[in-house]
């Protein structure tokens, strides 16, 4: 399994943007990196995927460096309301299927 | 468009006591699976399912039991209910497997709380 390491916690300030670096030194080829957003009393919910470079879609950018042992997950301008935790996941590709490895993710306090 | 249904929403049990956590989705997935979650911690796999009448075990699947008769659903069952097993549970969906690079995100639903007293 392809284990992630993403700090426990951040705190910002409204209007600022959020950098979470994850640590996923033992990727394999195949793997694609997922983030989840979690809000409390909620499921994950999917922000983002990439594979190399850079990805951006309207809530998040992912940026992937050529040796792919970590990526950071860049949220411009937050709000109060995208603090949540997040997770770095990185695909298990197994024989069966797609399995994901969660870890302890990363708590995200934007304050006012 | 309902995504992934879980009920009960919350749930009290004595110890020793069984019940079935039901999870449904629409988006004719073919993978489904079982997390728990406690509480600060991240989610742990349970059990997942590649099709109906296919599942597999997952990191901590002792004390649980699963069964996909259909795409559909994929209820969780608790057998002898013990307080360790205290958490949050979710289901969750994804197509499945395409390419070798295929990722596809899973979908969550929104969880079942259940407490073992």
């Known amino acids: 399994l392809a284990k992630t390491t993403q700090p426990i916690s951040m705190d910002s300030y409204e209007g600022q943007e959020v950098n979470i670096t994850c640590s996923h030194n033992?990727?394999?080829?195949?793997?694609?990196i997922t983030w989840y957003q979690q809000f409390p009393s909620q499921g994950p919910r999917f922000i983002i995927q990439?594979?190399?470079t850079k990805v951006t879609n309207e809530v998040a950018s992912l940026f992937i460096p050529a040796d792919r042992k970590s990526s950071t997950l860049s949220l411009p301008r937050v709000s109060l309301s995208d603090t949540a935790v997040y997770y770095c996941?990185?695909?298990?590709?197994?024989?069966?299927?797609?399995?994901?490895?969660f870890g302890g993710g990363t708590r995200v306090l934007v304050k006012p | 468009n309902a995504g992934v249904t879980q009920t009960p929403k919350f749930r009290i049990l004595k110890i020793g006591q069984s019940m079935t956590l039901q999870c449904a989705q629409d988006?004719?997935?073919?993978?489904m699976y079982w997390y728990r979650q406690d509480p600060g911690m991240g989610l742990k796999l349970i059990y997942y399912s590649v099709g109906a009448g296919i599942t597999d075990k997952g990191e901590v699947p002792n004390g649980y039991n699963v069964s996909r008769s259909t795409t559909e659903d994929f209820p969780l069952r608790l057998e002898l209910a013990a307080p360790s097993q205290t958490s949050v549970y979710f289901c969750a969906s994804s197509y499945g497997l395409g390419t070798v690079r295929d990722n596809q995100p899973q979908h969550f639903g929104d969880g079942t709380r259940l407490s073992i007293l």
């Open positions: 033992n990727i394999a080829t195949n793997d694609y």
């Open positions: 988006m004719n997935h073919n993978y």
């Open positions: 996941l990185v695909g298990d590709k197994g024989a069966a299927g797609n399995k994901l490895t």
């Open positions: 990439g594979y190399k």
